[in-house]
């Protein structure tokens, strides 16, 4: 099993920023690959962003450009630097994790972004952006 805690949520006003920062721990396989999911009120979670520890990412058009991700593999953290911040950016962040598994391609990590559900999920942190 595997377990994934949040932090860095909060209010911000537009055009600012904040990061998220999220912390694995239990059994990590070599591959693996963490990120980022959103839920705002009333609409479907969508993904936000992916990284695996090869560090080939993914985005979400929505966020790119505004957003970074980065993990520290030594310390199974990944990160989320979010600019720019849009009130549309307001939702519950999730962190999410997959193991023995990567973005094996540009193809592949498009679809583990928009229609893949890891299997190992934090609890969430609430980002507000306020106009």
């Known amino acids: 099993q595997v377990h994934l805690v949040e932090s860095g949520g909060g209010s911000v006003q537009a055009g600012g920023s904040l990061t998220l920062s999220c912390a694995a721990s239990?059994?990590?396989?070599?591959?693996?690959?963490m990120g980022w999911f959103r839920q705002a009120p009333g609409k479907e979670r969508e993904g936000v962003a992916l990284?695996?520890?090869?560090?080939?990412?993914v985005f979400a058009d929505s966020v790119m450009g505004r957003f970074t991700i980065s993990l520290d593999n030594s310390k199974s953290t990944v990160y989320l630097q979010m600019n720019s911040l849009k009130p549309e950016d307001t939702a519950i962040y999730y962190c999410?994790?997959?193991?023995?598994?990567?973005?094996?391609?540009?193809?592949?990590?498009?679809?583990?972004?928009?229609?893949?559900?890891?299997?190992?999920w934090g609890r969430g942190t609430q980002v507000t952006v306020s106009s």
């Open positions: 239990g059994y990590m396989t070599p591959r693996y690959y």
């Open positions: 999410a994790a997959e193991m023995e598994s990567l973005l094996f391609s540009d193809y592949d990590a498009r679809r583990k972004l928009e229609r893949d559900l890891p299997a190992h």
């Open positions: 990284i695996d520890v090869k560090n080939k990412t």
